[in-house]
């Protein structure tokens, strides 16, 4: 079956040109694909261009689910494409010689090096040692080589006596993988440690993937690292990635290019030849500002001309962003002379560039800003061999201090701990408020120049660099494919529907406006949101123990890309992007006890003891791998393949468990919740089997889902014991033991998805049965299992259950209790006062900013699935809601 996808721009307009290609995914409904072989891309005139398909996934049947979508470089992207399974890949071959070709990305392996030729340059990397790459050229000159990662370790912070000394450190390569060849795109992994200077300490394992593509003049790179230090004694300086840049032209034919906010560029050569008391000629000073080469020297005014010696040549550079609301630049002739202020500003775009009349090199930051403390460096740009550096922890920052944030408050056993939580809703346990383990990604694009480009080519690759153009299917299509469970398109056909959408769409502008009011931006906090809001003090909860950063809590995460599946919406998407990435990396441990645990929300993002896979879910992660293809997110997939194995270690529910007294963390009988724990194992399961057809994951997957179908209560049951070996669920065990928070982490997306992938009539009336009876009457209840259930809360987020058994079971009776569920149990969402906007003016605040009343993530986030999925699944005759006021 031919299958025919419509792909467009997410930002609507095509960019103006594609320096270094991009990546997709693409889903297809089970059955009509077999191969990504098959699939071809035209553009909107029809014409076939060059492509790279690999596949993504794979439905049970064996057929291909999604596949990653590859383009080369272009200058002139047509605004649309479309992908069909019909044909060959265009690059094997067009025998009508449609097919639009560019230059093939080679790969030439040696005993000691890659290089990876795109056509326009060439990059030889190394298998091992300092350096990420030895040389980058374009058509042939070198414009930067050595590059390096770097960091400043701290021996302590300025707390009183003692001395304080830094420590340098550079990245050594340990391996080399070419995860990908392929004529369009290629993908080079390096991984290593930082090494000391002095000494032989290694830390901060780092992975680094450089991305090529055909014909592009422009590398991504994706920097991630892991931070495993000591917080009580390592204070990391300063983290960044430096850069060579060989120089031969005249100091007054070199440039220096920064951006800073709106599209601003400083444009200035080293030694700069306007404003002089004595004029060179209108041409020279045309020629230096706009980076072309000046004339001879002999067609210069002698009186410019025989004096440039004492003209001072400018050095060194730095651009620093501290925060999100500033940045500073300053130049220097040399070390040891005085530095001068140039401006300031806001935001930088986090770009430079250096070059002479052979060409240049030029780096971009993603996010630069909003992960401040950001810095670029320039060295020596009058000598032949400068430096480029952009760091992404600055060294004129703070040290990064990761000690927790209080001495525990005497909470010395569990019983004191629970106390606490009482309190300040926080799960204190010593030693858990540990980062050693979390991650960090950064983005990059490094640019070869052929030559000085013009400011507004410049701006163009700044743009790209903090914005990468990105190709994405069309709701309508992907609600086609049958992907990601029960969703459908933006609907306001009626009045009560567009109420809805209303409601959706104020909740996400709320939220985008309250990061950029409350300044939710910084290296650590970029891309989470905080839990609950402090209406007596107009701030949101920054600092009161479990109601500070909500790190995942009732699934924001699923909220934003159901939003984006159903919308389309570009803002929505960055939003969601960014939560994935910090919710992937800074909550979740990497290395160590807790690999592959996530942490309950705090004020700081690693302080909850409550170390769990709820929060370190595949159900969170695996939207953005399949719309972009992202090989981080797959290595995040990846870790957590064998995650069963931590309740081995660590047992979730220690402090408050009925049994503890007799309970054993054995291989044969391990406690595991029905809920989150095995929600997220089966997202973990279901993930793997179809990335890679892993029949371990394919097993337990299968394999406790008959075991919950087994079960006497299924679902109810609340908790069974594991096999660790045999990977499956003890099924005699006879309980009721009911949670709120059970169905709130992804388990209800994904049980829908299992039943409709894998069919288990034992395991789909085990389901059914809990979401017919959750919000069912007590003497229901009891009629069907022999008790009242107890611990029935979240009525609102819960009202998606009942709808799914009513669409399942074609019940109007359980319809219509989920809708009349959704509007009692409207956890202060149902009326119109929820979705106004009141500004609160210093000096009751920092500064202004909107308040919305009983604002909390969890309620957003589950009003938001409720809504989406009520109305995917029974729509119809939907409650009398308010309209959001304007």
């Not at 300053?330 to 005085?338: C, E, I, S, V």
């Not at 009629?783 to 009513?806: D, F, W």
């Not at 969402?829 to 500004?839: Q, R, Y």
């Not at 909390?856 to 729509?875: E, K, P, Y």
């Amino acid at each position: 079956m031919t299958q025919h996808a419509p792909i467009t721009w997410i930002d609507g307009e095509p960019p103006t040109g594609l320096s270094g290609g991009t990546t997709w995914g693409v889903p297809f409904q089970r059955g009509t694909v077999q191969d990504a072989k098959e699939l071809s891309v035209l553009d909107s005139t029809g014409r076939k261009v060059s492509a790279q398909t690999w596949p993504l996934a794979t439905w049970p049947d064996g057929s291909l689910k999604w596949a990653g979508i590859a383009l080369g470089a272009t200058s002139n992207p047509t605004s649309a494409y479309s992908v069909t399974s019909s044909g060959t890949q265009a690059h094997d071959g067009d025998p009508a010689g449609a097919v639009e070709r560019s230059p093939e990305v080679r790969v030439t392996e040696t005993g000691d090096s890659v290089t990876v030729s795109t056509g326009p340059l060439e990059m030889v990397l190394p298998r091992s040692g300092a350096s990420l790459f030895s040389k980058l050229s374009r058509d042939g000159s070198v414009v930067a080589k050595d590059a390096r990662l770097v960091s400043l370790l701290q021996n302590g912070v300025a707390e009183g006596a003692g001395s304080i000394t830094r420590e340098g450190f550079t990245g050594e390569v340990t391996a080399l993988t070419v995860e990908q060849r392929g004529p369009v795109r290629t993908v080079v992994r390096l991984e290593g440690k930082h090494k000391a200077h002095a000494g032989t300490r290694e830390w901060l394992p780092f992975t680094v993937r450089f991305y090529f593509y055909a014909g592009a003049r422009s590398v991504r790179v994706m920097h991630s690292f892991i931070w495993d230090g000591d917080a009580a004694q390592d204070f990391l300086a300063g983290l960044g990635v430096q850069f060579t840049v060989p120089l031969e032209s005249e100091l007054h034919d070199r440039h220096v290019r920064i951006a800073g906010a709106d599209g601003g560029f400083l444009v200035e050569a080293v030694r700069g030849i306007t404003g002089l008391r004595r004029d060179p000629g209108e041409d020279v000073r045309a020629a230096q500002v706009a980076g072309r080469p000046t004339p001879p020297l002999n067609e210069w005014s002698t009186l410019v001309s025989e004096r440039l010696h004492l003209i001072p040549a400018w050095n060194d550079y730095t651009l620093t962003q501290l925060s999100a609301d500033g940045f500073e630049l300053r130049k220097r002739t040399a070390p040891g002379n005085g530095w001068v202020g140039i401006s300031g500003g806001t935001r930088s775009a986090g770009f430079c560039s250096l070059s002479d009349l052979r060409g240049g090199f030029g780096v971009g930051v993603r996010d630069f800003w909003q992960s401040h403390p950001g810095q670029l460096d320039i060295r020596g740009a009058a000598t032949d061999n400068a430096t480029v550096t952009a760091w992404l922890y600055s060294p004129e920052a703070q040290p990064m201090d990761l000690r927790f944030y209080h001495d525990g408050l005497g909470q010395d056993t569990f019983e004191e701990q629970l106390e606490g939580l009482e309190i300040t809703y926080e799960d204190y346990e010593p030693g858990f408020g540990n980062p050693t383990g979390i991650a960090r990604t950064h983005e990059l694009t490094l640019f070869a120049y052929d030559a000085t480009p013009s400011t507004e080519s410049l701006a163009a690759d700044a743009r790209g660099a903090s914005t990468p153009p990105l190709l994405q299917p069309s709701p309508e299509y992907l609600h086609s494919a049958g992907v990601f469970g029960d969703w459908t398109p933006v609907d306001r056909s009626t009045p009560a529907r567009a109420a809805l959408e209303d409601k959706l769409d104020f909740l996400f502008d709320f939220y985008q406006g309250q990061r950029e009011q409350r300044r939710w931006y910084g290296f650590w906090n970029y891309g989470d949101v905080m839990h609950t809001y402090d209406s007596d003090r107009h701030v949101w909860r920054y600092d009161v123990g479990g109601y500070a950063w909500d790190n995942s809590e009732l699934s924001p995460d699923l909220w934003l890309w159901y939003m984006y599946l159903r919308s389309g919406r570009a803002d929505v998407f960055r939003f969601a992007e960014a939560m994935t990435r910090h919710t992937g990396e800074v909550d979740v441990y990497h290395v160590g006890p807790c690999r592959g645990l996530g942490s309950r929300h705090n004020v700081q993002h690693w302080g909850c003891s409550a170390k769990q896979l709820r929060i370190s879910t595949p159900a969170y992660r695996r939207f953005y791998y399949y719309l972009t293809a992202d090989e981080r997110t797959g290595d995040l997939l990846t870790e957590l393949v064998d995650s069963d194995q931590n309740f081995l270690g660590l047992d979730p529910v220690r402090k408050v468990r009925p049994d503890a007294d007799t309970y054993r963390p054995d291989r044969g009988a391990l406690g595991v919740g029905l809920g989150t724990d095995w929600g997220s194992l089966a997202a973990t399961w279901l993930t793997d089997w179809e990335r890679t057809g892993n029949p371990r994951s394919r097993d337990r997957l299968l394999g406790t889902m008959a075991d919950i179908g087994a079960l006497k209560y299924g679902f109810l049951t609340g908790e069974a014991l594991y096999d660790l070996d045999k990977g499956r669920f003890d099924a005699g065990r006879e309980v009721i033991s009911v949670s709120h928070l059970s169905a709130v982490f992804g388990l209800v997306e994904i049980c829908s998805e299992l039943i409709s992938l894998v069919p288990d009539a034992s395991f789909e009336n085990a389901w059914l049965q809990y979401c017919r009876l959750f919000l069912a009457s007590p003497e229901e209840q009891k009629a069907e299992v022999g008790q009242p259930l107890a611990g029935i809360y979240l009525t609102q987020a819960h009202s998606r259950l009942t709808a799914y058994a009513a669409a399942r079971l074609g019940s109007p009776d359980l319809a219509e209790l989920a809708w009349e569920s959704f509007a009692e149990g409207g956890e202060n969402l149902n009326h119109a006062e929820a979705f106004t906007l009141k500004e609160i003016l210093p000096p009751l605040v920092l500064q202004p900013v909107d308040e919305a009343p009983t604002v909390s993530t969890n309620d957003t986030a589950q009003f938001g699935l409720a809504v989406i999925q009520n109305l995917a699944l029974i729509g119809g005759d939907l409650p009398a809601l308010e309209v959001p006021a304007s």
